[in-house]
């Protein structure tokens, strides 16, 4: 049977592998030796596939124009899985990349139902200070809300013109009850990835979308759509990578409606600690057993937090999980050196949080 993705569910994709296969997603390792000072997530294959990323790294090494495309959907609070895509944003940001940041407002209201206002509100309050917080310089990057955004509505409304109902029941499993602006929802996304290769956004330029396998929908049909304008706008197929989704604390989606599977980007050290502590781990009933066989890195989400944010020297990680495998560190002990770095790092942030407040207040008010 074939695997249907939802950019919408809560499921963590099981075999990514299988996925690559069913939807021609490339290994991104293969690059890997031709990006420039890569990330620590690409080393350490968190972000595992692309599609067409050689196009993008071709305009980055030759010093051309290109474009990362991304969105947030002010849904909830900020926790460290969606830290993940802030880190490859920045990356792109010190590779001259031409970033594009989208507000996605109508899908918050489309798929959950939050008002615009509050969206508004969330984007600057949580979002975009966070964003800014992380090493994300938002004042470089191209801000909008899709409500706001004339040149995306007409776009979406446009190309929706060769893209018919059978084809949106496939892809994203819609059904009689499916209201209609959820249906019309995926044509805004594909306007939002193809909007700044129109000419006045800068005309047909490679353009990168780095997401979670669960957005692959949105990706399959602006690549398909693109393809079919191609005569009318000159469109460069979008390029995507992939990256793994950071589980959650007791093995689940991290998920900001389930306070006990994320750690949040507000969290206090009380907070931190109480969730680091009871987080699954791969370690043995008890800690002789553990000294005396070791325990499992794979399956543990502490060790995923050092993978993804708490470690991001490649050495000092690998000496970690030797220790974790050969039983010189057991649980208890590495889980205090989880919630020491952690709560080091949120305390940090938090503060250049409060300073970026005021900056990312006064942006929403002037993006388009
Ligand atoms: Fe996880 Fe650390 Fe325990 Fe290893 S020692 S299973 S990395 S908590």
């Known amino acids: 049977m074939p695997i249907r993705i939802d950019p919408w ?18 290994p991104f390792e293969k690059l890997l030796a031709r990006a420039p000072n890569p990330h620590y997530l690409m080393r350490r294959k968190v972000i595992f596939g692309h599609r067409d990323f050689g196009r993008v790294l071709d305009a980055m090494l030759k010093d051309k124009k290109f474009v990362v495309m991304t969105g947030l959907m002010p849904s909830g609070r900020m926790h460290v899985g969606h830290k ?11 590779q001259g990349a031409d970033i594009y940041l989208c507000v996605a407002d ?35 990057c191209n801000v909008y809300f899709q409500s ?27 059904v009689g009850e ?11 996304d594909v306007a939002d990835i ?25 990706l399959r049909l602006a690549r398909d759509v693109a393809a079919r304008f191609q005569r009318e706008f000159g469109f460069v197929l979008p390029s995507s990578t992939y990256h793994r989704l950071l589980p959650g604390l007791m ?37 002789a057993e553990q000294r005396k066989y070791g325990a499992d890195p794979d399956k543990c989400r502490v060790y995923e937090l050092y993978v993804y944010h708490l470690i991001p020297d490649d050495k000092k990680l690998l000496d970690l999980r030797k220790a974790c495998k050969s039983g010189v560190i057991i649980c208890g002990e590495c ?11 949120l305390k940090a942030h938090q503060a250049k949080r409060k300073r970026a407040e005021a900056g990312a207040k006064k942006l929403v008010e002037k993006v388009y």
Do not use: C
């Not at 209201?109 to 992380?134: C, T, V």
């Not at 193809?194 to 979670?212: A, C, D, I, N, S």
């Open 194 to 218: 193809l909007h700044p290769q129109l000419e006045e956004f800068g005309g047909p330029r490679p353009t990168v979308v780095p997401v979670g396998i669960d957005q692959d929908p949105h």
């Open 106 to 140: 109508l899908e918050a209201y489309s798929a959950r139902g939050i008002p615009f206002g509050e969206s508004k509100k969330l984007a600057a309050e949580e979002y975009l200070a966070n964003y800014q917080a992380l090493g994300l310089d938002v004042g470089r």
């Open 251 to 287: 093995g689940e989606k991290m998920s900001s409606s389930k306070p006990k599977t994320a750690i949040f980007l507000t969290d206090s050290a009380e907070d931190i600690k109480k969730k680091i502590k009871d987080a699954f781990t791969g370690g043995r009933p008890t800690a």
């Open 335 to 345: 889980k205090s050196l989880a919630i020491e770095l952690m709560t080091k790092f």
């Open 9 to 26: 569910g809560a499921a963590i994709p099981e075999d990514y592998a299988r996925l690559m296969r069913e939807f021609g997603i490339e």
């Open 178 to 188: 499916s209201n209609i602006s959820h249906i019309f929802y995926p044509m805004i």
């Open 84 to 94: 993940l895509v802030i880190d490859q944003l920045a990356w792109y940001q010190g």
């Open 148 to 174: 706001r955004s004339d040149a995306v509505r007409h776009l979406a409304f446009l190309l929706a013109k060769r893209v018919n109902f059978s084809e949106m029941r496939a892809i994203y499993g819609f």
